[in-house]
């Protein structure tokens, strides 16, 4: 963990690149230096089929859910979550700028009795800055 999830509607494809969204998330995430950096994960999902508001299809959205484990206070998501979500809403200016645009980010805390994981990457990171 962090797993990030992006949702966005499918009339956003001409007025952003969703492959620097994601990266741009990453970034943030790794910089709030709280998150193992071999857990970080984001995804984008576009969403064809939407409506929003009263129906215009010239409106878009993004919808962002961050999951994190367990043992972290709420001063320290509070802050962490700030960092990614004003990262995120500056390059997204441009969308605002040229619509009508929603951008939501919500921050869910997994229950580590009800969370199962296997991951090699956090290992083979230490190996490369051990090794250089």
């Known amino acids: 963990m962090p797993h990030f999830t992006i949702e966005y509607s499918a009339n956003l494809d001409d007025r952003l690149d969703i492959g620097a969204v994601c990266e741009v998330v990453r970034k943030a995430a790794v910089e709030t230096g709280i998150f193992p950096l071999g857990g970080i994960r984001v995804r984008a999902i576009k969403c064809e089929h939407y409506a929003i508001a009263d129906g215009r299809h010239d409106y878009g959205f993004l919808d962002m859910v961050l999951r994190i484990g ?19 809403a500056k390059h997204l200016d441009p969308v605002f700028a040229a619509g ?8 869910q805390i997994n229950d580590k ?11 083979a990171l230490k190996v490369e800055a051990a090794h250089g």
């Not at 009508?100 to 921050?107: E, N, V």
């Open 100 to 107: 009508k645009f929603a951008l939501s980010f919500d921050m």
């Open 113 to 123: 009795d009800t969370s199962w994981k296997r991951n090699n990457i956090h290992d």
């Open 70 to 88: 367990e043992g972290r206070d709420l001063p320290t998501r509070q802050k962490a979550g700030e960092h990614v979500f004003q990262a995120l």
